[in-house]
């Protein structure tokens, strides 16, 4: 066990990471569970603090561009249009890795996921490492992805011995990850960055082919980004008559149910999606925390981040525990 501590003290963090320890760390998507991506040692102890099966890879975490290029054998064209653009930024990009990536972070593919996160403190604590970062989202697998430095202390409190206190991530949602074919962009996870800004800018077709929806990518269960509580996304309207009977918490885009009794919270007052998409899981967490008995979440609008919060809604309620 540690005593966990929360500070900004980029030091520390770099000598815990030499030394194979972990370290929690801010991104602008959800907060990271940090380890050397280089020490095998370091690698096992996040699946232990996790919980994570062996066979879900972890994304590689870099500083810029040109460490990026060490740890790949080739970039496609689409590919660096896409980074000139989005990164650093929401963006995880899956390339043939190069050999001297351990088999343990791409669980054996021989593909990597990697990605130049855009928070100022991560970066210069990038910058000043020797080794690539290997870093899940900082929560028990399963639950809910962390936005702030108190959600990672609710979960792996004395699990770690250090968080970097970075603020609320300001995308609140993981990465999109993607991958390459000939002419051709392929969506594996919807998430922080649009399929709308990836079609603009690769210039090619894009394809979505989640993971999770066919379970040929190892890690990408259903039943993930979960509340304990039982969550259902459909109609409110409809699932309050339903659950007419239980203690009910809400969310919602932009507009109140006005119902008595209910803990409800409206991501996005203003009806704008980014915004929505950043309080998400928080919102969630604040339900999951309270009394409520059952969550009801609305059916959001399928554009730009819209998908990708209807994606963790989904994934989130699967299967259904009532
Ligand atoms: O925004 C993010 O991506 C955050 C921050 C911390 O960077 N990280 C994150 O990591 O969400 P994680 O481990 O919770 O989700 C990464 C996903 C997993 O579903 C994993 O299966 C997939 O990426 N993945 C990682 N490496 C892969 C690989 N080599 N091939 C296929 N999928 C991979
Ligand atoms: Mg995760």
Same mark, same amino acid.
């Given at each position: ?5 929360? %500070?900004?003290?980029? /030091?520390?963090?770099? !000598? ?35 919980? =994570?099966? !062996? $066979? ?29 653009? $989005? ?5 995880? +990009? ?36 020797? $080794?690539?970062?290997? /870093?899940?989202? #900082? ?11 108190? *959600? ?7 699990? &770690? ?17 993607? %991958? ?5 962009? &392929? ?11 990836? !079609? ?11 993971? *999770? ?10 039943? *993930? +980004? #979960? ?33 008595? %009794?209910?803990?409800? *919270? ?18 969630? =967490? ?21 998908? #990708? ?12 525990? +009532?």
């Amino acid at each position: 066990m540690y005593t966990t501590e929360i %500070g900004t003290d980029l /030091a520390r963090a770099k !000598q815990l990471l030499e030394e194979g320890e972990l370290v929690a760390i801010p991104t602008e998507t959800v907060y990271g569970l940090a380890g050397n991506g280089l020490n095998s040692k370091a690698i096992a102890k996040i699946y232990a603090a996790k919980n =994570r099966p !062996q $066979f879900n890879p972890l994304i590689l975490h870099v500083a810029n561009l040109s460490q990026l290029q060490q740890w790949v054998e080739s970039i496609p064209d689409a590919c660096r249009l896409l980074m000139n653009a $989005f990164s650093p930024g929401p963006i995880t +990009y899956l390339l043939p890795k190069s050999s001297t990536v351990p088999d343990l972070v791409t669980a054996g593919s021989n593909r990597v996921a990697i990605r130049i996160p855009s928070h100022p403190l991560t970066l210069q604590l990038l910058n000043s490492l020797n $080794f690539p970062i290997a /870093a899940p989202s #900082a929560n028990p697998s399963g639950y809910v992805s962390p936005v702030t430095s108190k *959600h990672v202390l609710d979960g792996l409190n004395g699990l &770690i011995p250090y968080i970097i206190d970075g603020g609320s991530c300001n995308i609140g949602l993981e990465s999109t990850i993607v %991958g390459f074919e000939l002419n051709k962009v &392929i969506v594996h996870r919807l998430g922080g960055l649009s399929i709308e800004n990836i !079609q603009r800018i690769s210039g090619v077709e894009v394809e979505l082919r989640l993971s *999770h929806a066919s379970l040929t990518a190892p890690g990408q269960l259903k039943s *993930h +980004y #979960a509340t304990k509580k039982p969550l259902i996304v459909g109609d409110i309207n409809k699932n309050l008559l339903l659950y007419k009977d239980k203690k009910i918490g809400l969310l919602t885009f932009s507009s109140s149910y006005k119902i008595n %009794g209910c803990i409800e *919270h409206i991501l996005s007052p203003g009806g704008n999606i980014e915004e929505a998409a950043s309080h998400l899981f928080n919102a969630m =967490r604040l339900l999951d925390y309270s009394d409520v008995e059952v969550i009801l979440a609305e059916v959001f609008p399928a554009e730009g981040l819209g998908k #990708a919060i209807n994606d963790r809604l989904a994934r989130a309620s699967y299967p259904l525990k +009532y």
